[in-house]
């Protein structure tokens, strides 16, 4: 006699599933990854594509390979993983770089853990900070946007709008004001940086679109800019308006695509609204503290992996049952 299963209702499925709620994300990327494309040219192709490539082959040749296991490709977590990466790398860096790196994101950061659902840190954060501290100074080459007329290797670099920010607040650039872009050019995506960090507005549109479709929730991405804009506003330089210096620091950096695509997301996030909430209030604590007192101009990756580390932690936040009592 077979044994009946037991479950609580609703038995209905909902349709929701891992390769769709991928396939959203990947979507609310491609305004971002468009504005990449128009402002650096080849170099936002070629970096996107090997990146991709790299994360998708590492983690198929481990499973099939190492684990001894069906190949887990097709739920499409690594080719987010993938775009993750190239997102958060200049567009001029090295091919062979940039493989290293999304081999440590795979291999190190998701699949020594047991895969999709069981790494406790964001594989593209890990592969993007280790790069960092490997590869310092081709991690930090900024090539300036020039769109297809923008060179994949010996491009014209600048500095970024938070290393200017921060040598004007350690004062070793007195006309530092005067080399910042314009705010409006910062929203849009006109400045230097990372490959998928120029355009707030186009960030900023991807994060409402999954907001709205529900594959994530604004508890994170509110109270990490919250945050950020009450910290900004305190802690603005001499000379510079508050609000001025809070503007930098919400539509510059890795700040907006941190809070929507990566602080967000379902296995290194907790699960329960204050949970969350004082996840993203942590993020943007140790970010601004970076940004204003670290050695890096930018603090967000650093911010988001320090935090994975409380999710545990902060997983024992939940409501009480129903009737329960309050312990003493």
């Known amino acids: 006699m077979e044994k009946l299963i ?3 209702a609703p038995h209905a499925h909902s349709g929701d599933s891992v390769r769709r709620n ?9 305004p971002a990854y468009a504005v990449s494309v128009v402002e650096f040219g080849w170099g936002a192709l ?3 594509a090997i990146s991709v490539a790299a994360c998708v082959g590492s983690e198929w040749l481990i499973t099939k390979y190492l684990l001894k296991q069906k190949p887990t490709i097709c739920d499409l977590s690594a080719v987010l993983t993938g775009m993750l990466l190239a997102f958060n790398v200049p567009s001029n860096l090295d091919w062979w770089i940039l493989v290293i790196g999304a ?18 840190f964001n594989p593209a954060l890990v592969g993007r900070v280790f790069l960092l501290i490997s590869f310092p100074a081709q991690m930090t ?6 769109g297809f007329a923008t060179a994949y290797v010996d491009a014209e670099t600048g500095a970024t709008p938070l290393a200017i920010l ?3 607040l350690k004062g070793y650039d007195p006309q530092w004001m005067d080399k910042l872009p314009d705010l409006w050019d910062a929203f849009i995506g006109q400045m230097g940086g990372s490959l998928g960090e120029v355009s707030a507005l186009a960030l900023l549109l991807g994060g409402l679109f999954l ?3 529900r594959v994530i929730t604004w508890h994170i991405p509110v109270s990490i800019l919250c945050t950020v804009a009450i910290f900004s506003l305190c802690a603005a330089p001499e000379g510079m308006a508050p609000c001025t210096f809070m503007g930098y620091e919400l539509l510059t950096g890795g700040l907006m695509l941190g809070a929507f695509f990566m602080a967000t997301d379902y296995v290194t996030s907790p699960m329960s609204a204050w949970g969350k909430i004082i996840f993203g209030i942590g993020i943007g604590l140790i970010m601004m503290v970076i940004r204003t007192w670290g050695a890096y101009p930018e603090g967000m990756s650093f911010a988001i992996l320090m935090m994975n580390a409380t999710v545990p932690l902060l997983n024992r936040i939940r409501p009480r049952h129903f009737g329960e009592k309050k312990k003493a």
């Open 6 to 8: 037991v479950a609580p």
């Open 22 to 30: 991928m396939l959203l994300v990947i979507a609310a990327l491609i």
């Open 46 to 48: 070629l970096t996107m």
């Open 103 to 120: 081999v440590f994101a795979i291999g190190v950061g998701k699949m020594t853990f047991g895969g999709l659902g069981q790494n406790p």
């Open 141 to 146: 080459t900024w090539p300036v946007a020039k």
């Open 166 to 168: 921060k040598s004007g």
């Open 211 to 213: 907001i709205c479709t």
